[in-house]
């Protein structure tokens, strides 16, 4: 039973003195049955960012988590699982993010999913408890990003056939926008030497970027949903960073950075700021959207290896 209709239930059986006819009771509407647009659902703000690039005014596009939070571990509210309900597609990432992904979309089992990772060959993760499963943070590379573009352009046009053109239109643009960040942030990171290259952040986040633009990766964890600093990964990479003369170390937005600041203080290097990986930040941060999470990530790593921006 739905929401609206528990609550005409309600008011027939238990409110007879104010004499109301359930059948002269309206049936109330929810809030996406009174909008003419569909309702897109997305896992993460990333992702609804991506696709509002695609959707522009056609569709009503939101993520089921908000600014600053931790998507792996995520659990579901009432809300959310009303709105699940209400929705006319679900996006996701795929390759084991959302862990509480199955729980949230049985909620909503007759409602389209479209996994915007599929048909993409992953990176694999090499060590730790997660050793051959997917790297699952795919979008953090521009160029598979158009992959991400692709999937959500044809679950649109499936949805919305009549918007068809104006989907593949936005979808040019924008995948010419991710084309152009790809070559600046090549660019950019192109100024550090090579023998420097090596990224340290708390989670392996960085992978598909570091691929991109012949980087190494370090890091604490592999995923945040194994967010523990166990002494034997605090001393792998306090070792790494002291044995590489790294000078500088990060973490990400929707973590504690409190591990790394140690790792910082051991081995005399900078702790240079939070990544936005898993979370765009608000309106008003400096990564409100992907193209901005992209280069402020940028920009502190360049700011940390002491290259002018």
Not at 93 to 99: A, K, R
Not at 278 to 284: A, H, Y
């Given at each position: 039973m739905k929401r609206f209709s528990l609550i005409r239930y309600l008011l027939c059986a238990f409110i007879p003195i104010f004499?109301?006819?359930?059948?002269?009771?309206?049936?109330?509407?929810?809030?996406?049955?009174?909008?003419s647009q569909p309702l897109v659902l997305t896992t993460f703000t990333v992702l609804a960012d991506i696709a509002r690039n695609i959707s522009g005014d056609r569709l009503i596009i939101q993520s089921i988590t908000k600014p600053g939070a931790e998507i792996h571990g995520y659990k579901p509210t009432p809300s959310d699982l009303v709105r699940a309900s209400e929705a006319d597609l679900i996006l996701e990432?795929?390759?084991?993010?959302?862990?509480w992904a199955a729980k949230f979309i049985s909620s909503a089992e007759n409602i389209p999913r479209v996994v915007l990772s599929d048909g993409m060959k992953p990176l694999l993760i090499e060590e730790d408890v997660y050793r051959g499963k997917p790297n699952p943070h795919a979008w953090m590379s521009p160029k598979r990003a158009l992959h991400y573009v692709d999937n959500i352009t044809k679950a649109f046009i499936k949805l919305d056939p009549k918007g068809a053109k104006i989907y593949l239109e936005n979808a040019r643009r924008y995948k010419n926008e991710l084309t152009q960040l790809d070559l600046?942030?090549?660019?950019?990171?192109?100024?550090?030497?090579?023998?420097?290259?090596?990224?340290?952040?708390?989670?392996?986040?960085?992978?598909?970027?570091?691929?991109?633009y012949g980087f190494i990766e370090a890091y604490l964890w592999p995923v945040n949903a194994e967010s523990q600093v166990t002494p034997r990964r605090m001393e792998k990479l306090i070792q790494i960073v002291s044995r590489n003369n790294v000078p500088v170390v990060f973490c990400e937005s929707t973590v504690s950075e409190k591990p790394q600041l140690e790792v910082a203080r051991i081995t005399k290097s900078t702790f240079g700021g939070k990544f936005f990986v898993?979370?765009?930040?608000?309106?008003?941060g400096p990564a409100s959207t992907f193209l901005d999470l992209q280069r402020h990530n940028v920009k502190l790593i360049l700011r940390g290896f002491s290259i002018s921006e």
């Open positions: 004499l109301i006819s359930c059948k002269s009771l309206p049936e109330a509407k929810s809030s996406k049955e009174y909008a990432n795929g390759l084991g993010l959302e862990l600046e942030l090549r660019r950019a990171l192109s100024q550090i030497p090579e023998n420097k290259r090596i990224l340290v952040s708390c989670e392996g986040a960085l992978s598909y970027l570091a691929d991109d898993d979370s765009l930040s608000e309106k008003d």
